[in-house]
C-alpha cells in the first residue's frame, strides 16, 4: 500500500473497503465455467485483488454472471441478486448477457439482461479471456471511486420497472417486492 | 491497590492481545497457502479489509436468538482467553484452570448452533450437526489428554502446570507426556476446525455451513470469533506441551510454529467425510492419549 492511499482510508473507509475486498458469487449459468476457475486458482490468482469466491450471496459483494441467461435461470439470478447484502456490484461476462449475442434470434433466452437487474459493468467478448476479469475488477475500482457503480442505488429508485419487466419475462413471480412499489405512481405510468 | 490496577489491565489487554494475534493468523494462513499454491496472495492485512467492508454493510437479522447467539459464542471465547496464560499475562490465573477452560470452550459452537438455527436454512443445520459430531469426536481424546496433563503435574491450574514445565522442561519431549502430546497435535485440525476437518464449513458441500447466513456485521463478528478460536487451540497446546513462556514475545513464536505445521497439514489433505473423521478421532489420537493417560498415571510419584 503506497502513502497517498492511506489519507484515502482515514477519509472513506467503506469506500476503499468496499474495493478491496471484493467477495465474488459467480453464476455460471451457461458457458464461462472454464474461465473462471483459472482466475480463481494458481493460474491467475484473483485473491492478490481481494477477489475470492464465496458459497453464498449473504458474503458476497460483487455478483458475476457469465454466459447466456435462460428464462430459467433468470429467476435464480434475481433471488441471488436480491439476497446479497447493499452496497453490491454485478459484472456481466460475455457477449450474451449485452445483447443475446449468438443467441439473438433465441426463443428461450434473455437478450438483454439490464433490464431484469443493474449491471454496473460488461465485459464483452464470446468468450473473454481470463485476464478481462482483472481488467473488469480494476475499472469497478475506479468506478467505485467516482461513486458510479450504483445498481443498488439504481435498483431501489426504479424498481418498479425493474418488477415489471421480471414479471413480463417469467409470469407471476412467487416472491415479494424486495422495495415498497408505490401502487398509484405505477397505475398512473400505466395510463 | 497496585495488583489490583494490574489485574484491570491485564483483563483489557490480553483479549486485544488474542484477536490482534488471531487476525495476524487468519491473514498469514490466506499468505501461506497462496505461497504453497505458487501464488502470489493477498495482502497481510486482509482479513481487516474485509472486516472493515462488513462492518459497514447492511445486514438484515432473522430474529433475537440470531443476533444474540453470536454474542454468547463471542463472549464464550473472549471468557476463555481470560483463563489462558499469554507468556505472563494471565488474568485469572489464581481461579479456574483446566476443567473451566474445558467447560467454557463449548459455549462458542453452542452460540453459533443457535444463532445459526434460528436461520432455518438447511445448510446450517447440517453444519451444526457435523459440528456437534466432530466436537463429540475430539472431546474424548482432548478430554484423556488433559487428565493425563493433571495427573502427570498433580494440579488443575494451567499456572502451575506452566510453572512446572519451566524448571523441568517440555512436557512434549519428556517421556511421560510424550504419546498425549503427540495425540493432542493430531487433534489439533480438529479442534481449528482446518483441513482434514473442516466438514462443519466446507463451501463446496454445504455453502459453508453455519455462516450460510451470516453477512455484514454477522460475518465480521463470525471472522473475530474464529480467530479467537485459533488463538485458543494452539494456546492450549504451547501452554501444556511447549512450556508456555515467560514473555508474549516468545510465546507468539511458539504458537506461530505450531500454527504453520497445523497450515501445512491443512495445505495437502483433502476433506474428511464426517464419519472417515470420527473413525480417525476415535482410533489414534484416543488410542494415545489413553496409553499416555495410563503412563501418566503409573509414573505418577
Not at chain 2, 466436537?135 to 506452566?162: H, W
Not at chain 2, 455451513?209 to 471472522?223: D, H, I, R
Not at chain 2, 479467537?228 to 511447549?242: D, H, K, M, R, T
Request: aromatic share 12%; net charge positive; hydrophobic share 50%.
Amino acid at each position: 500500500m503506497d502513502r497517498n492511499q492511506i489519507t484515502k482510508w482515514l477519509k472513506e473507509p467503506a469506500k476503499m473497503a468496499n474495493k478491496y475486498s471484493l467477495h465474488a458469487i459467480y453464476f455460471c449459468t451457461g458457458c464461462g465455467i472454464i474461465e473462471v476457475p483459472p482466475v480463481i486458482t494458481a493460474r491467475w490468482d484473483a485473491e492478490r485483488f481481494g477477489v475470492i469466491p464465496v458459497a453464498t450471496p449473504r458474503q458476497a459483494n460483487l455478483f458475476l454472471i457469465t454466459g447466456y441467461v435462460s428464462v430459467k435461470t433468470l429467476r435464480p439470478i434475481i433471488r441471488t441478486y436480491e439476497q446479497m447484502y447493499e452496497p453490491k456490484y454485478t459484472v456481466g461476462f460475455g457477449s450474451c448477457p449485452i445483447n443475446g449475442g449468438m443467441y439473438w434470434d433465441s426463443y428461450n433466452t434473455i437478450k438483454h439482461l439490464d433490464k431484469y437487474i443493474p449491471i454496473d459493468g460488461w465485459i464483452a467478448g464470446c468468450m473473454p479471456r481470463p485476464e478481462a476479469i482483472f481488467i473488469a475488477v480494476t475499472h469497478l475500482w475506479t468506478l467505485i471511486d467516482k461513486g458510479m457503480a450504483n445498481g443498488h442505488v439504481r435498483y431501489r429508485e426504479n424498481y418498479e420497472f425493474y418488477r415489471r419487466n421480471q414479471e413480463m419475462a417469467l409470469g407471476k413471480l412467487d416472491w415479494p417486492p424486495l422495495y415498497q412499489i408505490d401502487s398509484k405512481s405505477e397505475e398512473a405510468k400505466r395510463e | 491497590m497496585e495488583t489490583m490496577v494490574t489485574k484491570v489491565v491485564q483483563i483489557i489487554l490480553s483479549p486485544i492481545l488474542a484477536l490482534v494475534v488471531g487476525v495476524f493468523f487468519l491473514g498469514l494462513a490466506r499468505k501461506i497457502m497462496a505461497r504453497i499454491h505458487w501464488r502470489y496472495g493477498p495482502p497481510l492485512i486482509q482479513p481487516v479489509i474485509d472486516m472493515i467492508r462488513l462492518f459497514y454493510q447492511k445486514g438484515v437479522s432473522h430474529g433475537a436468538v440470531f443476533d444474540l447467539g453470536i454474542i454468547l459464542s463471542l463472549a464464550g471465547s473472549i471468557v476463555v482467553v481470560l483463563f489462558l496464560p499469554f507468556g505472563r499475562i494471565c488474568p485469572l490465573s489464581s481461579s479456574g484452570g483446566l476443567l473451566v477452560i474445558l467447560y467454557l470452550m463449548l459455549l462458542a459452537p453452542l452460540g453459533m448452533a443457535l444463532s445459526g438455527g434460528q436461520a432455518a436454512n438447511p445448510n446450517v443445520s447440517i453444519g451444526i450437526s457435523r459440528k456437534l459430531i466432530l466436537s463429540l469426536g475430539y472431546e474424548v481424546p482432548l478430554l484423556l489428554v488433559l487428565l493425563a496433563v493433571m495427573t502427570r503435574y498433580k494440579t488443575i491450574s494451567i499456572v502451575e502446570v506452566v510453572n512446572a514445565q519451566q524448571s523441568t522442561g517440555w512436557s512434549i519431549v519428556s517421556w511421560q507426556l510424550f504419546l498425549s502430546g503427540i495425540s493432542y497435535f493430531l487433534i489439533l485440525p480438529a479442534i481449528l476446525g482446518i483441513r482434514p476437518f473442516d466438514v462443519s464449513s466446507a463451501p463446496q458441500e454445504i455453502s459453508s455451513g453455519p455462516a450460510v447466513e451470516y453477512g455484514g456485521k454477522y460475518l465480521a463478528l463470525a471472522t473475530i470469533e474464529h480467530a479467537f478460536a485459533l488463538f485458543i487451540g494452539i494456546a492450549l497446546f504451547v501452554n501444556l506441551f511447549l512450556a508456555g513462556a515467560t514473555n508474549p514475545v516468545i510465546f507468539f513464536v511458539k504458537m506461530l510454529v505450531v500454527f504453520v505445521l497445523g497450515l501445512f497439514i491443512h495445505a495437502v489433505y483433502p476433506r474428511f467425510r464426517i464419519e472417515q473423521a470420527i473413525k480417525y478421532l476415535w482410533k489414534w489420537p484416543t488410542l494415545l492419549a489413553f496409553v499416555g493417560l495410563i503412563v501418566a498415571l503409573i509414573t505418577r510419584n
